[in-house]
């Protein structure tokens, strides 16, 4: 069976795929502790398994497999016991007529009768057995070795990827242990995977606009959080990252009115921008302004339309934001 070797897999790939922050909190460690601790008992539990599989000598036959071959069994040695008593009657009764017999002259062997078959023999072939064959013995034999000895392979086979997967997974999480990933890092390979901007109003999804800075000390708090909630909604918003120290996007900065950050920028599936969020954020929060987004089907007024830049201002006199960035640099 795989249970237990299914189990270190999950356990490895769990904290495997578990980053760790610099900023790890308390609560995060203890998971982590509780889940290390399960992995090792798991590991306890299955070498037991395994150390009493290769101890426990295999059985030939199961017990509903023997019950039928104990009957017969129990049949062959009932009628051999038969023919042997009266095989001793027969005897006893010739030697008291005197009849006499020489070896030499082709006595009857005790276990042989004149068609060449052992009383066992015959006991068989009158159930409906045919004899086993020197041959077809070998045979069995050498089948029944070959398949315990690849029986005990595959065990071995399912020991050793257990506890190599075990011990991939603790060197894995050491490694995370005294390597851990920078908040920095993480804002960066968001920033590498964001999506462009034209698919703000477009694509029919809300879209979350995270300006952003690597020397802000707040970013790099809210850095996990961000990357999580991104996961979580994926494929239903769109989230765009803004790095603030690059000159392309200052026009764009200028146009959001951004003077602090972290700004989060909140904008509908029409391409309206409906909130912005300043500082470090929490998880129920910006759930729920996302929550609200998706279940929100049209706006009263719009705030801020994205065209994808044609330039071209509204009546009401808030300003267009585009793609290009050729003009309005400070």
């Known amino acids: ?47 037991g398994r395994l150390i009493s599989a290769f101890t426990t000598p295999p059985t030939a036959l199961s017990k509903s497999a023997s019950r039928p071959a104990a009957r017969k069994c129990g049949g062959a040695i009932s009628l051999l016991f038969s023919a042997e008593q009266s095989r001793g009657v027969e005897t006893a009764a010739a030697e008291e007529k005197g009849a006499t017999t020489t070896p030499e002259a082709g006595a009857v062997s005790v276990d042989e009768d004149h068609d060449g078959l052992t009383a066992q023999e015959r006991v068989l072939r009158s159930l409906g057995v045919e004899p086993e064959s020197d041959e077809e013995r070998r045979r069995r034999v050498s089948d029944r070795l070959a398949a315990e000895e690849e029986a005990r392979a595959k065990k071995r086979t399912n020991a050793a990827v257990a506890v190599l997967a075990f011990a991939a997974a603790v060197l894995n999480y050491g490694w995370k242990v005294t390597h851990p990933v920078t908040a920095v890092e993480i804002l960066a390979e968001m920033q590498s995977q964001s999506a462009p901007l034209t698919v703000i109003g477009r694509n029919g999804r809300p879209t979350v606009v995270d300006f952003w800075a690597p ?116």
């Open 1 to 47: 069976s795989l249970r237990f070797e299914t189990i270190f897999l999950f356990a490895a790939f769990c904290i495997w795929d578990t980053p760790i922050t610099m900023r790890e909190t308390p609560r995060t460690s203890f998971r982590r502790f509780a889940l290390l601790q399960f992995l090792l008992v798991s590991f306890s539990l299955s070498l």
């Open 215 to 330: 020397w802000c000390e707040n970013c790099r708090f809210s850095a996990p959080t961000l990357q999580s909630v991104e996961k979580e909604y994926a494929g239903k918003v769109n989230f765009v990252m803004v790095n603030g120290d690059d000159p392309d996007a200052w026009p764009l900065i200028e146009r959001f009115g951004v003077d602090a950050i972290p700004h989060l920028s909140m904008i509908s599936k029409e391409g309206d921008v409906e909130t912005a969020l300043i500082g470090p954020i929490p998880r129920s929060v910006l759930r729920a302004d996302i929550d609200e987004l998706l279940e929100r089907e049209e706006q009263a007024q719009p705030k801020l339309v994205v065209d994808g830049g044609t330039g071209n201002e509204e009546d009401t006199g808030v300003p267009v934001v585009g793609d290009d960035n050729e003009k309005d640099k400070p």
